[in-house]
């Protein structure tokens, strides 16, 4: 381990999760502590994840460029390794063209870093550029963009805590995003708000909730359709929104008549009666919001989708305290994909196909981008050492996130050229050509974006250990040697300043203006602030009206034990293993059995038991309790990734084998 570093009370942002709260490092107690002027932890309350944001941050360091030589990496001058990188990158593009080249972004980089990756990429002919920010709630974004025309958090903070109800699906905000949740949830529920919690397994939200709507796993969709028909049928919809602000609708009625709550939610699993009550709680809010997680990703935008028709159907959407509102995890996971580190996007949310787009960044940068969209970040590390020859990765670890591949190794074994940028050794660097030594959160100067569209600033506490380099400095250093483009800069400033100029949703925020206070898109150019609430008059599509869509129940609904009679097996229910915003004080090396269930296969408290799947099998302890509903388990993803394949996963337990 190396010596320890020496912090400056800075005042930045927590890394931790997307929520975005201000600390600075406290000498005294060598943790962080809470700014009370902040915009978001306002009290300058942290979570414990947040006060701990400082530890470990010097464990295992990177501290010189590596280069490898006879299966070995070697430590080499910075030249060395810069010259190394160069000639790799070029070599796969010359012999197979860009588009056998990917650049992985990560969203714990800021939006300076990510940003200049996209511009090598794209300056370098290929589209291939994505991070895995995209993937922890793609198909909500994917809805979102499709219907709304973004996949911004319609509110914001402020705003939602003046709602009178709040469904909260696949998502567990009381322990994931504490801070916003106090303030937002637990806030309006406390003055008598209603909160709706759709998720098969009770957790800390649900302790909160007043209506608890736990379906059999992979209906949810179905969930949400009766929720739909429940209102329909109460008379609860807005017929003034509905006449004003949507397409479809008569379409839409008619494709409800095939759901009726009594029998389908049966089917689901739930109470008809307390699916009832929901919907009234719901649909007789003034204002109701929603907030989804990544519980709600299984069933390819079934889900999203329906919960956009609720929204719509009840008119809450376009005014305060109301909305489509992913609670995303990581810290940068808005701005990563804000600024363009995507296959199929330019910065500010732009199609590659849109011609005036790559026009305004062609103008800009002196090359205009492929206007092919490239190949996602799963499908794209899936083609390593087959279409894709040579990678470069920014502060990621995809030889850990694919591990649902058994031919991981082979594929990372089989490029032609790997370069990893990070702080620390790790599953992939162990397959690098060349290893470059990054800088830490706390060593960094940039903008990140939270969870509700606000721009915020990082601000350097430490310098980066040994000869390590900040990740700005080395993209463009970089992007000097591989393309015709301009990389001069200096510093993240002058970054923000050419990314606001190609980014519609930034055009008017300076890097002053985000070191002063934070900004939150969208920020047109020449307005003096950016817009709390979306989609007012006309949503981002540019149209008046968003379309309703017939619900799809039919993706990936399954059933455990009880439900099914397989009784031997149950589905396992993890968090998205691409969401690393865990819960603080949850035992990671646990299995969460129902009783039902554990008494039929005889496994007590405390039990340590085999968990196996057809991919494999892990050791955990039992832990009997009702948060999880029967034929279901729950473990955090970490610990059970080697069970886990595509689809729905269902597992056996058993005494182990020692």
Same mark, same amino acid.
């Given at each position: 381990?190396?010596?320890?570093?020496?912090?400056?009370?800075?005042?930045? &942002?927590?890394?931790?999760?997307?929520?975005?709260?201000?600390?600075?490092?406290?000498?005294?107690?060598?943790?962080?502590?809470?700014?009370?002027?902040?915009?978001?932890?306002?009290?300058?309350?942290?979570?414990?994840?947040?006060?701990?944001?400082?530890?470990?941050?010097?464990?295992?360091?990177?501290?010189?460029?590596?280069?490898?030589?006879?299966?070995?990496?070697?430590?080499?001058?910075?030249?060395?390794?810069?010259?190394?990188?160069?000639?790799?990158?070029?070599?796969?593009?010359?012999?197979?063209?860009?588009?056998?080249?990917?650049?992985?972004?990560?969203?714990?980089?800021?939006?300076?870093?990510?940003?200049?990756?996209?511009?090598?990429?794209?300056?370098?002919?290929?589209?291939?550029?994505?991070?895995?920010?995209?993937?922890?709630?793609?198909?909500?974004?994917?809805?979102?963009?499709?219907?709304?025309?973004?996949?911004?958090?319609?509110?914001?903070?402020?705003?939602?805590?003046?709602?009178?109800?709040?469904?909260?699906?696949?998502?567990?905000?009381?322990?994931?995003?504490?801070?916003?949740?106090?303030?937002?949830?637990?806030?309006?529920?406390?003055?008598?708000?209603?909160?709706?919690?759709?998720?098969?397994?009770?957790?800390?939200?649900?302790?909160?909730?007043?209506?608890?709507?736990?379906?059999?796993?992979?209906?949810?969709?179905?969930?949400?359709?009766?929720?739909?028909?429940?209102?329909?049928?109460?008379?609860?919809?807005?017929?003034?929104?509905?006449?004003?602000?949507?397409?479809?609708?008569?379409?839409?009625?008619?494709?409800?008549?095939?759901?009726?709550?009594?029998?389908?939610?049966?089917?689901?699993?739930?109470?008809?009666?307390?699916?009832?009550?929901?919907?009234?709680?719901?649909?007789?809010?003034?204002?109701?919001?929603?907030? &989804?997680?990544?519980?709600?990703?299984?069933?390819?935008?079934?889900?999203?989708?329906?919960?956009?028709?609720?929204?719509?159907?009840?008119?809450?959407?376009?005014?305060?305290?109301?909305?489509?509102?992913?609670? $995303?995890?990581?810290?940068?996971?808005?701005?990563?994909?804000?600024?363009?580190?995507?296959?199929?996007?330019?910065?500010?949310?732009?199609?590659?196909?849109?011609?005036?787009?790559?026009?305004?960044?062609?103008?800009?940068?002196?090359?205009?981008?492929?206007?092919?969209?490239?190949?996602?970040?799963?499908?794209?590390?899936?083609?390593?050492?087959?279409?894709?020859?040579?990678?470069?990765?920014?502060?990621?670890?995809?030889?850990?996130?694919?591990?649902?591949?058994?031919?991981?190794?082979?594929?990372?074994?089989?490029?032609?050229?790997?370069?990893?940028?990070?702080?620390?050794?790790?599953?992939?660097?162990?397959?690098?050509?060349?290893?470059?030594?990054?800088?830490?959160?706390?060593?960094?100067?940039?903008?990140?974006?939270?969870?509700?569209?606000?721009?915020?600033?990082?601000?350097?506490?430490?310098?980066?250990?040994?000869?390590?380099?900040?990740?700005?400095?080395?993209?463009?250093?970089?992007?000097?040697?591989? %393309?015709?483009?301009?990389?001069?800069?200096?510093?993240?400033? %002058?970054?923000?300043?050419?990314?606001?100029?190609?980014?519609?949703?930034?055009?008017?925020?300076?890097?002053?203006?985000?070191?002063?206070?934070?900004? $939150?898109?969208?920020?047109?150019?020449?307005?003096?602030?950016?817009?709390?609430?979306?989609?007012?008059?006309?949503?981002?599509?540019?149209?008046?009206?968003?379309?309703?869509?017939?619900?799809?129940?039919?993706?990936?609904?399954?059933?455990?034990?009880?439900?099914?009679?397989?009784?031997?097996?149950?589905?396992?229910?993890?968090?998205?293993?691409?969401?690393?915003?865990?819960?603080?004080?949850?035992?990671?090396? &646990?299995?969460?059995?129902?009783?039902?269930?554990?008494?039929?296969?005889?496994?007590?408290?405390?039990?340590?038991?085999?968990?196996?799947?057809?991919?494999? %099998?892990?050791?955990?302890?039992?832990?009997?309790?009702?948060?999880?509903?029967?034929? &279901?388990?729950?473990?955090?993803?970490?610990?059970?990734?080697?069970?886990?394949?595509?689809?729905? %996963?269902?597992?056996?337990?058993?005494?182990?084998?020692?």
């Amino acid at each position: 381990m190396n010596d320890a570093p020496e912090y400056e009370p800075t005042t930045t &942002t927590c890394p931790e999760c997307a929520v975005g709260c201000s600390l600075r490092y406290d000498d005294g107690s060598g943790r962080a502590t809470g700014v009370e002027s902040a915009r978001v932890n306002r009290d300058g309350r942290l979570c414990p994840k947040g006060i701990a944001a400082f530890e470990g941050l010097d464990k295992d360091r990177l501290t010189t460029p590596l280069v490898r030589r006879d299966g070995e990496l070697e430590p080499v001058p910075w030249e060395e390794a810069l010259d190394r990188v160069v000639d790799g990158i070029e070599r796969v593009r010359e012999r197979h063209g860009p588009d056998a080249l990917a650049f992985l972004g990560a969203p714990r980089c800021t939006n300076e870093e990510n940003y200049l990756l996209g511009k090598i990429a794209r300056s370098l002919g290929t589209n291939n550029v994505d991070n895995r920010a995209r993937s922890c709630h793609d198909a909500t974004a994917q809805a979102m963009e499709a219907r709304l025309g973004s996949s911004g958090t319609t509110n914001s903070l402020e705003d939602l805590a003046e709602a009178d109800a709040f469904l909260v699906a696949g998502a567990n905000p009381a322990a994931r995003q504490p801070i916003a949740f106090d303030r937002t949830v637990r806030s309006a529920v406390n003055d008598g708000a209603a909160l709706l919690h759709l998720d098969p397994r009770a957790n800390r939200t649900t302790r909160l909730a007043t209506h608890h709507l736990a379906p059999h796993p992979g209906h949810d969709a179905l969930a949400v359709a009766l929720l739909v028909r429940a209102l329909l049928d109460a008379g609860l919809e807005d017929g003034a929104f509905l006449a004003e602000r949507t397409t479809g609708y008569e379409a839409f009625v008619r494709s409800m008549e095939r759901f009726d709550v009594a029998a389908d939610a049966e089917r689901a699993g739930l109470d008809p009666a307390a699916v009832r009550e929901a919907a009234a709680a719901f649909g007789r809010a003034e204002r109701a919001a929603v907030v &989804t997680g990544t519980g709600i990703e299984d069933d390819k935008g079934a889900t999203p989708n329906a919960l956009l028709d609720l929204l719509l159907v009840t008119g809450n959407l376009g005014k305060r305290a109301t909305g489509m509102n992913p609670f $995303r995890g990581l810290v940068n996971e808005q701005g990563a994909s804000d600024m363009g580190a995507r296959p199929d996007r330019l910065p500010g949310e732009a199609r590659v196909s849109d011609a005036d787009a790559r026009a305004r960044v062609a103008a800009e940068w002196g090359v205009e981008p492929p206007v092919e969209p490239g190949t996602a970040e799963p499908a794209l590390v899936g083609a390593f050492g087959a279409d894709v020859r040579g990678a470069f990765v920014l502060g990621e670890n995809p030889a850990v996130n694919r591990l649902d591949d058994a031919t991981t190794d082979r594929k990372f074994a089989d490029l032609d050229f790997l370069a990893v940028q990070d702080v620390a050794p790790n599953e992939t660097t162990a397959y690098a050509d060349v290893v470059l030594p990054a800088s830490a959160w706390a060593e960094k100067s940039g903008t990140v974006t939270n969870l509700d569209r606000q721009v915020q600033a990082l601000r350097p506490a430490a310098s980066p250990p040994g000869e390590a380099r900040r990740d700005l400095d080395v993209l463009a250093a970089l992007g000097a040697r591989l %393309t015709d483009a301009d990389f001069e800069y200096d510093g993240p400033g %002058t970054v923000f300043a050419e990314m606001a100029r190609v980014n519609p949703l930034y055009a008017g925020m300076t890097f002053a203006g985000v070191l002063d206070g934070g900004a $939150r898109w969208p920020f047109p150019e020449g307005e003096s602030e950016g817009e709390q609430v979306l989609h007012r008059d006309r949503f981002r599509t540019g149209r008046r009206r968003a379309p309703l869509e017939p619900i799809d129940v039919a993706a990936n609904a399954d059933v455990g034990s009880q439900a099914s009679g397989a009784r031997d097996e149950l589905v396992l229910l993890t968090e998205s293993r691409v969401d690393e915003s865990r819960p603080s004080g949850e035992g990671n090396a &646990t299995i969460q059995v129902n009783p039902v269930d554990a008494a039929t296969l005889g496994v007590a408290d405390g039990d340590r038991v085999a968990v196996e799947s057809d991919r494999g %099998t892990v050791r955990l302890v039992a832990n009997v309790i009702d948060d999880v509903r029967d034929g &279901t388990v729950f473990a955090h993803a970490s610990v059970v990734d080697p069970l886990v394949g595509s689809g729905r %996963t269902r597992v056996r337990l058993s005494d182990p084998v020692e």
